[in-house]
């Protein structure tokens, strides 16, 4: 099987008229929702003019008493929860936990400097622009753009505050950097250092492929992170964090404290049709098995670049247990990058068809309560899978012109 870089996919004219209104549509759909749910008193505030509580509480109550001088209480669900409540004026049922490495305390102090509201919406932006910037350079024309806000996480991730623009961004940045950009490439991976659950499956990846030079700066970057974090916040703070991590994983995957189904992976889907832990978690590690198997012998191959990445990127996913929705931006990079060859080499027969079903899954989610992110995901695999076995099918639509990457 050649192997290809980005640089050779063919250029051509333009994008399929009905994934163009497809992708608008959506893009518009999310943002008129956003409007909506805020004019409906149901994002920032309600009806009496209070704070709506969402994920982003952790973020701001963790910076508030980083700032205060107290970073290593970000970790104690007692106090953490206390200023959460202080600033709410008002109690609410259940935990907004803070349980990321400390180097993200940075990114929270500088969003506690702000109000509630102010410091989410100002997150969300300011997370969001990298984000368009990854997804421009991976489908490779400004179509990108498009397919980055219509892609159907973007709502959810806004709404809540939660970080999943900032991790597609750096995951992104670092397999489209990766071929021309090495050094960069690793900076972005190392920056994802505060995704812990992203750190197994990419450096087998890159000692496959040999991509030491990324390896190595990514190894260097996050050690200067967790250098730079240790001074900042002192010994206290990494204690504090290895500390709770045994009460996060007793909390998420045995008590189900998060609800099952909001987990969207081979584990959550287990779990949320009654199965016991001890099976959810056999076949969470048989798909983690088969994943870290399949994603090495691609990385040793001569595959496309562009199916390379797509397949680190989906695999992540489909690694780990923990992993709600937010997480699933991550998706958007498998999909930017089938976007890309399809633009470039065609679209097979029923590819669009198959990328509206696995987005038709997301926006499904919350009206139904299942983990519809996993056969989302699944479904892009198994496009991958078809242009890794099959790269030299003719069926194609319309493709379109992509310049040269790097």
Same mark, same amino acid.
């Given at each position: 099987?050649?192997?290809?870089?980005?640089?050779n996919?063919?250029?051509r004219?333009?994008v399929p008229?009905?994934?163009?209104?497809?992708?608008?549509?959506?893009a518009a759909?999310?943002a008129?929702m956003?409007?909506?749910?805020?004019?409906a008193?149901?994002?920032?505030?309600?009806?009496e003019?209070?704070?709506?509580?969402?994920?982003?509480?952790?973020?701001?109550a963790a910076?508030?008493?980083?700032?205060?001088?107290?970073?290593a209480?970000a970790?104690d669900?007692?106090i953490?929860k206390?200023?959460?409540?202080?600033?709410?004026g008002?109690d609410?049922?259940?935990?907004?936990?803070?349980h990321y490495?400390p180097?993200?305390?940075?990114?929270?102090?500088? @969003? $506690?400097h702000?109000?509630y509201?102010?410091?989410?919406?100002?997150?969300a =932006? /300011?997370?969001f622009v990298p984000? *368009? +910037?990854?997804?421009?350079?991976?489908?490779?024309q400004?179509f990108?753009?498009?397919?980055?806000?219509a892609f159907?996480?973007?709502l959810?991730?806004?709404?809540s505050?939660?970080?999943?623009?900032l991790?597609?961004?750096?995951?992104?940045g670092?397999?489209?950097?990766?071929?021309a950009?090495?050094?960069?490439?690793?900076?972005?991976l190392?920056?994802?250092?505060?995704k812990?659950?992203?750190?197994?499956?990419?450096? @087998? $990846?890159l000692?496959?492929?040999s991509?030491?030079?990324?390896?190595l700066t =990514? /190894?260097?970057?996050?050690a200067? *992170? +967790?250098?730079i974090?240790?001074?900042?916040?002192?010994?206290?703070?990494?204690?504090?964090?290895f500390?709770?991590m045994?009460?996060?994983?007793?909390?998420?995957?045995t008590?189900?404290?998060?609800?099952?189904?909001?987990?969207?992976?081979?584990?959550?889907?287990v779990?949320?049709?009654?199965?016991?832990?001890q099976?959810?978690?056999t076949?969470?590690?048989?798909m983690?098995?088969?994943v870290?198997?399949?994603v090495?012998m691609?990385?040793r191959s001569r595959?496309?670049?562009?199916?390379?990445?797509?397949?680190?990127?989906?695999?992540?996913?489909l690694l780990t247990?923990?992993?709600?929705l937010?997480?699933?931006m991550v998706?958007?990079?498998?999909v930017a990058?089938?976007m890309r060859?399809?633009l470039?080499?065609?679209?097979?027969?029923?590819?669009?068809v198959?990328?509206?079903?696995?987005?038709?899954?997301?926006i499904?989610f919350?009206?139904?309560?299942?983990?519809?992110?996993?056969?989302s995901?699944?479904i892009v695999?198994?496009?991958?899978?078809?242009?890794?076995?099959?790269?030299?099918?003719?069926?194609?639509?319309l493709?379109?012109k992509?310049?040269a990457?790097?």
């Open positions: 099987m050649p192997s290809t870089s980005l640089t996919l063919a250029p004219d333009s008229p009905q994934l163009a209104k497809a992708c608008l549509l959506l759909f999310n008129a956003l409007l909506s749910l805020y004019f008193h149901a994002w920032l505030f309600d009806a003019g209070r704070f709506i509580h969402t994920d982003f509480l952790n973020v701001w910076g508030k008493l980083a700032l205060d001088g107290h970073p209480q970790w669900w007692g953490h206390q200023v959460q409540v202080a600033m709410l008002q609410y049922v259940g935990d907004y936990a803070w490495p180097p993200l305390l940075f990114i929270a102090m500088i @969003l $506690a702000f109000s509201a102010h410091g989410l919406v100002g997150w =932006a /300011a997370s984000y *368009l +910037a990854m997804m421009r350079a991976v489908v490779g400004r990108g753009l498009t397919v980055a806000a159907p996480v973007v959810a991730n806004t709404m505050g939660q970080n999943g623009f991790t597609a961004a750096l995951l992104g670092t397999l489209v950097l990766m071929p950009r090495p050094i960069l490439s690793g900076i972005c190392g920056l994802l250092s505060y812990p659950q992203y750190g197994v499956l990419f450096p @087998l $990846a000692i496959a492929a991509q030491w030079t990324t390896f =990514a /190894a260097v970057t996050t200067a *992170l +967790a250098l974090s240790w001074i900042a916040f002192g010994t206290d703070s990494w204690q504090a964090f500390h709770w045994p009460m996060f994983s007793q909390a998420f995957f008590e189900g404290r998060a609800t099952f189904y909001k987990l969207q992976s081979v584990f959550g889907m779990r949320t049709f009654g199965g016991s832990e099976l959810a978690w076949l969470q590690w048989m983690s098995g088969s870290v198997v399949g090495i691609l990385w595959a496309d670049y562009a199916l390379k990445a797509a397949s680190l990127a989906a695999g992540t996913l247990p923990y992993l709600f937010y997480d699933m998706l958007a990079i498998p990058f089938l060859i399809g470039s080499e065609g679209f097979r027969r029923g590819e669009l198959a990328l509206a079903c696995a987005t038709g899954l997301l499904a919350p009206f139904v309560g299942i983990p519809l992110g996993l056969p995901t699944l695999a198994a496009l991958i899978v078809r242009r890794i076995f099959n790269p030299s099918a003719v069926e194609r639509i493709p379109s992509i310049p990457l790097g």
